[in-house]
């Protein structure tokens, strides 16, 4: 009898625990991972990335505040600032003036984001470690591009040997590789030299490029771009259609062959409309 | 003898007072016209989002009726212009039915395509603002053209049968009187005011052609001009035409069949007139049918794959019972009707007349808003119900009312002019009987 009544108490245990533990897994993991950017040695921020797994697939995970730190996540003086993710799950963060000195202390950071816990989520947290470094980009008369990678090693900068990065001309909507190589490799003076064989891009209206060095995805240096401005492109002079007569022209402005057909079919018709009403008063007059 | 017979065609063409039946069909008319101008008081005050149209199906049956309107219009060209050109004489009795539709139907063209306006106080940005490439601006040009056109060519052949109205004050009122008095009291039936008519009426009759063509031709580049699945074929204008000679003598079909048991006119429409009607809609309705062959085979051999959805769409999906029921009934069972002698009979012919109506004004609602809810980007990021189109009761109420409101110009029409030429009755008339001497 014993036996049957612990079954049953077992068996209403085990439901209990199993309805407890679903209810805990109501909530998903979030997964947090960052990356420090300085683009063209003027400005650093911080990009952290929200996602999680939802019946095997990752999907990003949008307005999650975030708070990031340097160096230390429990000191509240270390707190950079905080940010939302946005529909892509990144949450952006400029680097504040006030971090300048904590910035200055060491030539090696950590930095650290915190998540705040929702209903769906619990607190989740992330690091990244990075050197400071930074790209230096220079070209001669005859169009070749000389990018070095330095990095801070106590107070002097040392060149860099065997980091992978890109040399590219900025566009619209992407890079362009200078030349048919994507990806160049600094040697022992921590230096590439690349060709630049894109002659007659369009530039500017001066001709004006830029071309653009970067470090992407770095394990010790993050992401480091250097860009400068060249006038090695053909020169673009845009040529307004505004004023032009044509099809999608504006109010007033359309083809001549057209508003003459449309002009003289609309004068035509109408004239015989306008007749034809002169021709009623004659039938008029005629009955008089 | 021959006095008598004149006598007699007056007294059968003159207009009729309503009966019972009449009055009761103007109440229903004046009561669907009142629920319509209700509604889009309604729309006035609360603005389009009262419709269902939505970002994407920003078109609805407003255009949808719009298009019918004009397309209906044609037939005025068609009865009175072709085949007046080409000496054909039994249309005569047919040719005023066919303008007063014309003119009817082109006026409400005008009024809904106002009502599918948010912001009707607008309507004069038009020709402040309008643009000459724009094929709006075409249209609003051809419309008003061909409206004028189509009063002109209802008016001229009116002059003589004013006078013989004018004649039997009897039986007119006094209200009457002075607009007969006022629109024909100068007609004296001189041979100068009869060259004059003729030569007018042969102007028009050629002017209207192209015109008309025009008005079609520009309607369906609305869309055609537009890069859309569905819309985007070279087909467009001639499709469109035919399509609206076939909803013109549908409608020639109903009101003739109408007007002579009504008004007792059997002598005048005879089974000879719905027997040449019949064929001449067989054969626009297999025009018709050739088009459609035309605008859907070609693409779905090709299947592209934003028009394969589209297509898919009206075969198979949302919209087949909508898209088979308008081709059967606008084309499919009209032709089986009236391909054999018996189907061409007034009454067989009424009913193919009043399925080519019907499935006609469901073909324009295919053609306008399949295309809407298939665009080539993917809809995104919009509520659920702006994948779908199903008009609210202020867009059905606006709808019916312009409809009935058509049927009331073309019944009130009827009760002040002859629907039939007087004048030129007796004229064949006296010419068959010198023929035949």
Redesign the interface.
């Known amino acids: 009898m014993n036996t049957i009544k612990n079954k049953y108490i077992g068996v209403i245990l085990l439901s209990f625990f199993s309805i407890v533990s679903f209810a805990q897994d109501a909530k998903n993991d979030l997964m947090l991972s960052m990356g420090y950017y300085n683009n063209n040695n003027l400005t650093q921020y911080l990009v952290a990335h929200a996602k999680t797994k939802i019946d095997g697939k990752f999907q990003m995970v949008p307005d999650v505040t975030i708070k990031f730190f340097i160096n230390n996540d429990s000191a509240a003086t270390n707190l950079l600032g905080t940010a939302v993710t946005n529909d892509k799950g990144d949450a952006v963060l400029m680097m504040p003036p006030s971090a300048k000195a904590e910035w200055m202390k060491s030539v090696k950071h950590t930095f650290a984001i915190v998540s705040t816990p929702t209903k769906l989520y619990d607190e989740a947290k992330g690091t990244v470690d990075v050197s400071k470094a930074k790209l230096k980009i220079d070209t001669t008369d005859d169009k070749k591009i000389i990018v070095t990678l330095l990095e801070l090693k106590d107070t002097a900068w040392v060149p860099v040997k065997g980091v992978d990065l890109k040399v590219a001309i900025k566009r619209l909507d992407g890079d362009l590789n200078v030349n048919e190589t994507a990806t160049f490799t600094t040697d022992s003076t921590g230096t590439i030299t690349a060709e630049f064989k894109r002659d007659s891009l369009p530039g500017d209206k001066d001709g004006n490029l830029t071309l653009i060095a970067k470090v992407e995805d770095n394990d010790i240096y993050g992401n480091l771009t250097a860009e400068k401005v060249v006038k090695w492109g053909s020169k673009f002079e845009y040529v307004s259609q505004f004023d032009k007569r044509t099809?999608?022209?504006?109010?007033g402005h359309?083809?001549w062959w057209?508003?003459l057909l449309?002009y003289t079919i609309?004068v035509s018709?109408?004239s015989?409309?306008i007749?034809?009403?002169g021709?009623?008063r004659?039938?008029?007059k005629?009955?008089? | 003898m021959e006095n008598l017979e004149k006598e007699q065609i007056v007294q059968d063409l003159l207009p009729q007072e309503f009966g019972k039946q009449g009055k009761i069909w103007v109440a229903c008319l004046i009561a669907l016209c009142l629920i319509g101008f209700a509604a889009y008081c309604h729309q006035l005050s609360k603005g389009l989002v009262v419709t269902a149209m939505r970002d994407y199906a920003s078109w609805g049956i407003y255009i949808s009726n719009f298009v019918f309107f004009v397309a209906i219009s044609l037939v005025g060209s068609l009865i009175t212009a072709v085949l007046r050109l080409t000496d054909v004489h039994w249309s005569t009795p047919l040719t005023r039915i066919a303008e007063i539709i014309a003119v009817s139907a082109i006026t409400f063209a005008s009024i809904i395509i106002v009502v599918d306006m948010g912001r009707p106080d607008r309507f004069y940005n038009l020709f402040l603002h309008g643009r000459l490439q724009s094929p709006i601006v075409w249209d609003v040009i051809v419309i008003t053209t061909y409206f004028f056109i189509s009063l002109l060519l209802l008016y001229f052949p009116l002059l003589p049968d004013l006078k013989i109205m004018l004649k039997y004050k009897e039986r007119t009122s006094k209200w009457m009187y002075k607009l007969y008095s006022f629109l024909g009291s100068f007609w004296k039936d001189k041979p100068e005011q009869f060259k004059i008519t003729d030569k007018a009426i042969n102007i028009l009759s050629i002017t209207i052609i192209p015109v008309a063509f025009s008005i079609h031709t520009v309607t369906s580049w609305l869309f055609a001009t537009t890069y859309r699945p569905g819309w985007d074929s070279t087909n467009f204008g001639a499709y469109f035409i035919s399509g609206a000679f076939l909803v013109g003598s549908g409608g020639v079909l109903v009101a003739m069949y109408v007007f002579r048991s009504h008004y007792n006119l059997k002598k005048y429409i005879t089974y000879d007139h719905f027997d040449k009607m019949g064929k001449v809609v067989v054969m626009l309705a297999l025009l018709y049918l050739y088009f459609n062959v035309n605008e859907f085979l070609v693409p779905a051999f090709k299947m592209k794959k934003p028009e394969e959805e589209h297509l898919r769409g009206l075969f198979t999906g949302e919209f087949a019972p909508i898209f088979w029921f308008a081709i059967t009934t606008s084309m499919l069972l009209p032709i089986l009707i009236l391909v054999t002698k018996k189907g061409r009979r007034p009454f067989p012919a009424f009913i193919a007349g009043i399925l080519v109506v019907i499935g006609s004004w469901f073909k324009r609602y295919i053609i306008v808003t399949p295309t809407l809810l298939h665009p080539f980007l993917p809809m995104r990021d919009v509520p659920a119900n702006y994948h779908h189109y199903f008009p609210t009761w202020e867009e059905w109420a606006i709808c019916i009312g312009s409809l009935a409101g058509a049927l009331l110009v073309i019944t009130f029409f009827a009760r002040i002019f002859p629907i039939i030429p007087i004048h030129e009755t007796i004229t064949e008339t006296e010419e068959h009987e010198h023929d035949k001497k």
Do not use: D, N
Request: avoid cysteine; hydrophobic fraction near 60%; charged fraction near 20%.
């Open positions: 099809l999608f022209a504006r109010r359309s083809p057209l508003e449309a609309v018709v109408w015989v409309l007749y034809l009403i021709q009623i004659k039938i008029k005629l009955g008089v």
